[in-house]
């Protein structure tokens, strides 16, 4: 979905803002996403793998996201992130 939002925005589709009418959306599952990324929050769901295994495809995205949206705050945890685990 993140990279649909990257075509939408060429074709100029916002995505990345489009809510559904119960309010769930893509920044917001960015939103939902990042303590269990940049902090030690555990994940409290089943889960079919281990999250740990693709926390840097996530900041890869976060930081995508961030640029393309102009998003400093993703921008910087993405940057935070990277540089700790360098």
């Keep these: 979905m993140s990279i ?3 075509f ?5 589709i916002d995505l990345w803002n489009y809510e559904t009418p119960d309010g769930r959306g ?10 269990y990324i ?3 929050k555990k994940w ?3 889960q ?5 295994d693709h926390k840097s495809d996530f900041v ?8 393309t949206f102009n998003e400093k705050k993703y ?10 685990n360098d």
């Design 48 to 52: 079919l793998g281990n999250l740990d």
């Design 60 to 67: 890869s995205l976060l930081e995508r996201a961030g640029k």
């Design 75 to 84: 921008i910087e945890l993405a940057e935070q992130y990277l540089s700790i």
């Design 26 to 35: 893509i920044e917001k599952a960015y939103e939902y996403f990042i303590p």
């Design 44 to 46: 409290e769901y089943q």
């Design 4 to 6: 649909l939002t990257v």
């Design 8 to 12: 939408g925005k060429r074709f100029g």
């Design 38 to 40: 940049t902090t030690d």
